[in-house]
């Protein structure tokens, strides 16, 4: 049994792309300035479509998370940390925290992005903690 | 046509709990059929059916393909996909299509068969393709794993405790001891809950709801017509809906939801406040949902939901009964009709066909539900026949 693996459309791709190239970009809205996340054609804090790719700093802190001990399907190992993360640009991320020590882990610390090769064709953003 | 113009005039379960010999499409056919029996109706009283999709038996047209089934051609049909707020939207549907003069007469059906028609890992992984199949679902979030997210944060902010949390299924618990037709009747301990088998920390397995077969149907027309028939109309008094995002990950703020619009819309359509209600039918797919919907739907202060579960008020004989039946956590839980449950209750309160669990001449009844993870609400008051 295999991970859920992401098929990214052409919208998504450039994201996808970064990621491989060990990169997490965000689109930036050059009509409001905002980030956002995840990538749309539009901007969902003003409705203008004039968005670009920027690169993301990689950092952020934990809003969130988990311990998820009963795994989803075998092809995940549980237990794992399912966290959601607010990138220190502002938009929030679902995403997993490892090298952590799941006994004191906290809502708050500070993590920042790493990259595993989860495919041939998939590299995915986890955070580990700074 | 005003929304006071249209009533509920009947309703019926099927059998619920472990249900092997028949399937979602012979269970909401069995309900329709039983709720217009209840409602004292012929099956060609019916000229609008609305139905939710079934995730383990899924039809492409649902309501067209159940009313093939019953060999009726009625004049609307529709199937409402708002996951466990699909009840009360579907309500609200049935109840603009009388208003219009789209229907006549609706039958709102629900049934599924999570427990005995799918395995317990294909059902994980059903559920869980809620989250979204590119920046969620690759993470492997469970179900409870999303409102687990939800719990750690209302922890973080408010001193929450597990032990708290724990308060929602033993309240279930004293619920269901006395409903015969509840899947577990056994009354537990927060000790129980606290050593049950760990799922996604902070939650449980007893913080977590049972997974059933089952379907149940309402009828609702005129009042006018109404007047024929059997059972004393029950009112629907007032509506809302809150929709602040679907994905867990798009949520700006973890601890207060869009029950909390979908409250407020739904007493100012009725005049009233969360001291008018008597009985409240919530949403208790999670313990963290239950104790959220407590707070955001007015009945305690936000923060202050662990403290309201402890103090006992939801439990029989405390100031706000809630899921009189025993709601998902122990009642019924076959998928997305699981608020179906807290409505036929609620119309055998009114009734005072409810046994031991029956509250004094209850005026009026709230009954909230939300699909995905605490995304799409939709809050219902209804009053008591005249
Ligand atoms: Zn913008």
Known sequence: ?130 | MGLDDVVIVGMAETDLGVVTDRGPMELGVQATKLALDDAGLDLRAIDGLITCNSLVHPVMYHAEATAEYLGIEPRHCLSVGTGGGTTFTALRYAAAAIQTGMAHTVVVSMADSMRSFMTRERAMIVQASSGHPLYEQPYGPTVPAYYALIARAHMAEFGTTEEQFAEAMVSSREWSAMNPTAQYRERITVNDVMTSKPIADPLKMLDCSIVSDGGAAIVLTSRERAADLPHAPISILGYGEGHSYEHISQSKNLTTSAALRSGQLAYADAGLTARDIDIAQLYDCFSPALLIQLEDLGFCDKGEGGAFLQSGATRPGGSLPVNTHGGMLSHCHPGNPGAMFGLTEAIAQFRGLAGPRQQQDPQHILLHAQGGIMSSHATVILGRGV
Do not use: N
């Open chain 1, 1 to 130: 049994m295999q991970k859920v693996l992401p098929d990214p459309s052409p919208l998504a791709r450039p994201y996808f792309d970064g990621c491989r190239e060990g990169q997490l970009l965000l689109q930036s809205c050059q009509t409001c300035d905002k980030p956002q996340f995840y990538p749309r054609v539009v901007c969902s804090h003003c409705g203008a479509s004039t968005l670009h790719w920027t690169p993301a700093s990689g950092r952020g802190s934990v809003a969130s998370f988990t311990i998820v001990r009963r795994a989803v399907s075998q092809a995940y190992d549980a237990p794992y940390v399912l966290a959601l993360i607010d990138l220190a640009e502002g938009p929030r991320m679902m995403s997993q925290v490892i090298d952590v020590d799941i006994d004191t882990m906290t809502v708050g610390i500070e993590v920042s992005v790493a990259f595993e090769a989860w495919s041939d064709e998939i590299d995915m953003p986890v955070f580990r903690p700074v």
